[in-house]
């Protein structure tokens, strides 16, 4: 590939497979030796590309959020034995599934002649380089990819600003002696919102993030010393959940675990991205510590505060000691300033799709239109639903059980289905049953969800 090619490939990776030419000219299966010669990695642009600490801490960073305050409550609707072993289970899925992305990503970005892709773009592939019954869908698979990641991120924003309001709620109302509803500061947070959906360059979220970092890390310390302070085993303590509270248990822990969205632009900006996969990786190790404390805090949270719990453990603190209110208050800041850095993904996929709609001349004021009124959006959503933990679950079921686990399977399929499904088409079998486990959150997690906020307006 000459120079000159390599560089319009890496700056519109889709460039090189995206026309319907293209589309009559693939024959799956005659793919001479020269495309298996191929290596994607050589033909990276490495200028600012991060090591494999640094790649691990940005995965970290993406996993350890407002989703493990969420565990304890979690494992109270799936019990301590099953809680804790499913939450085990659902991590290696749920690794399993980034396993299996990213390595039908390298695989792709070869036969393509792409140094590298986007999630979007592994399913647009996937879809052009399959069986020809699905490769009139490649276009449309990439835009439901671009949709589902915008949907997901939307749909987390949405639980930020409950979750600020509510912990907010909780100190505002103890210290004030009135009994104010969470909506009203879910209105009260709208200036604030505003100001941090405005923001359109990563480098000015910088300060922002060290600040939410801050707050976060003291917000868990003192939570920690509350949970490990009264842990106790009661006869209340339920070792397995009933079965109508196990797909809220599955939707909440796949919410709190699921950090999909991240994972290609992490690997992609790799120094040594065939450090990603493999025994050990940084996916392996990430996954391992993610996995190993969303445990630990679901378990010892739901033996300290039993089947009180709420949606978020630091809602279960008693806000009558100063110490509850300050790790409320923390974590409160720290969702509030990590909103801009949750919202700047989906407002980059919207605003790229729909610039060219608008005049060149207006483009600062239609941008700025639609980041206020996606805004308004989170906050309109927040307001309908201000209970955290059936919209936390609700989020898990639609949108990161078909994000994280649904379309890896399927991309996956797609890529091995002329001649590398395994003996006995053994991944066909393996991505079916991940496929009906991500059907099963889906359907029976939004409905017992959906019907818990029917509940709040009887």
Not at 115 to 139: C, I, W
């Amino acid at each position: 590939m000459g120079k000159g090619k390599e560089q319009a490939t890496m700056e519109n990776p889709m460039q090189e497979f995206s026309s319907s030419t293209k589309i009559a000219s693939v024959v799956i299966g005659e793919f001479n030796e020269k495309d298996d010669l191929y290596n994607p990695f050589e033909h990276r642009d490495k200028k600012n590309s991060n090591s494999d600490v640094g790649a691990l801490a940005h995965l970290l960073k993406s996993s350890l959020g407002t989703g493990i305050l969420a565990m304890p409550s979690a494992i109270k609707h799936g019990g301590l034995l099953f809680g804790g072993i499913g939450t085990i289970i659902i991590g290696i899925i749920c690794a399993h599934c980034v396993h299996i992305l990213v390595r039908s990503s390298h695989v792709l970005c070869k036969r393509t002649k792409t140094p590298q892709m986007t999630y979007a773009e592994t399913a647009e592939a996937a879809f052009l380089y399959g069986p020809k019954p699905v490769r009139p869908f490649a276009n449309a698979s990439r835009i439901f990819v671009n949709a589902a990641l915008c949907a997901t991120y939307v749909g987390g924003a949405c639980v930020y600003v409950v979750f600020i309001a509510s912990s907010i709620q909780q100190v505002a109302n103890f210290n004030s002696g009135y009994e104010i509803s969470p909506r009203m500061y879910i209105l009260t947070l709208i200036p604030a919102l505003v100001l941090l959906g405005q923001i359109r360059n990563l480098k000015y979220m910088v300060p922002i993030s060290m600040v939410a970092n801050i707050c976060m890390m003291g917000g868990f310390a003192i939570t920690l010393y509350y949970i490990f302070r009264d842990i106790q085993l009661t006869a209340n303590t339920k070792l397995i959940g009933s079965v109508t509270q196990l797909p809220t248990f599955f939707a909440t822990v796949i919410f709190a675990i699921e950090g999909i969205g991240v994972v290609m632009p992490v690997e992609n900006s790799m120094r040594n991205p065939d450090h990603f996969l493999g025994c050990p990786s940084v996916l392996n190790i990430t996954m391992s510590i993610v996995v190993s404390l969303y445990a630990v805090l679901g378990i010892f949270g739901y033996l300290t505060y039993g089947e009180q719990v709420l949606g978020s453990i630091t809602l279960s603190i008693p806000t009558e000691e100063i110490l509850g209110q300050v790790v409320k208050i923390l974590i409160a800041l720290a969702v509030l300033f990590t909103y801009g850095l949750q919202y700047f993904v989906p407002m980059e996929i919207m605003w790229t799709s729909i610039k060219d709609k608008c005049s060149h001349k207006y483009h600062g004021i239609c941008e700025t239109l639609m980041r206020i009124f996606m805004v308004l959006f989170t906050v309109v959503v927040a307001l309908i639903v201000p209970d955290l933990e059936p919209f936390i679950s609700l989020v898990g079921s639609v949108f990161f059980s078909v994000l994280g686990i649904s379309i890896p399977a399927i991309v996956e399929t797609i890529s091995c289905w002329e001649t590398h499904l395994g003996m006995y088409n053994w991944r066909l079998w393996k991505n079916s049953m991940l496929l009906v486990f991500s059907m099963f959150a889906l359907v029976f997690g939004s409905w017992i969800s959906i019907g818990k906020i029917i509940d709040l307006y009887k």
